[in-house]
């Protein structure tokens, strides 16, 4: 699905782009940043909670090629002067790709983790838990 009528990169190009990246290989990191960012953009206005689990993982893989980069990296002219993507409800880049993506992985819109505890009608904070302690025992074997 195209998200852009000018589009420098496609999805499939900037995921294997990614993987590039992953590999050590090297690739325009600011094209897939910013093309990454834009598809994050585009899709997390829509309602629909598909295309939000999509922009969370565009958004928590644009701020993993930017942490590999070691620098600031090109985005979308749509976000407010580099503007950052990720929630900022953690305390480093890091954590909050990790944060991010155990929502994600749960197949859930993003939830402030304090709010889901407290309204369970927000997410499925469980779910998001199972998903850390999955990530943990990946990051960790």
Known sequence: MDFTDEPVLSNPEAVRGLRRAAAGETVDADAIHEHLTALGLAYSEDQDPDLHVISQSA??????????A?????TDDHLDDGEDVLPRFAPSTFTQIIDLLAWTRSD??????????????????????????????????
């Open 70 to 74: 070691g620098r600031k990296l090109r």
């Open 108 to 141: 859930q819109v993003y939830v402030i983790w304090e709010d889901a505890a407290t309204d369970p009608d927000l997410g499925d904070l469980s779910a998001a838990t199972r998903e850390l302690g999955a990530m943990h025992v990946e990051f960790t074997a």
């Open 59 to 68: 958004y928590a893989a644009a701020a993993w090629l930017s942490l590999l």
